[in-house]
């Protein structure tokens, strides 16, 4: 999977999450604007895992505040696992 794949699986994933257009999330805008609170945040990763068979710490949760830190936390993971 390329980056823009990467990309594109997680803004669909935290749009679900978030029940909003995935045309209207701000890469860089707090997940907790897009009413995304810790326990979201946590469902959110755990489909992330989920649909890419990865593990993500739970120390990782501390560095996710918006859609750009999920991709770089996610990318890390994958790049680990190289």
């Known amino acids: 999977m390329n980056n823009e794949e990467l990309t ?3 803004l669909i994933i935290v749009a679900g999450v978030a029940k909003v257009d995935i045309d209207t999330i701000d890469m860089d805008a707090s ?6 609170d810790s326990l979201k945040a946590i469902t959110t990763l755990y489909a992330i895992e989920d ?4 593990e993500i710490p739970n120390e990782a949760l501390d560095q996710v505040k918006s859609v750009s830190d999920i991709i770089r936390v996610v990318t890390g993971i994958i790049e680990a696992e190289r």
């Open 8 to 10: 594109k699986l997680i």
């Open 31 to 36: 997940l907790e604007g897009y009413g995304i």
């Open 51 to 54: 649909r890419l068979d990865i």
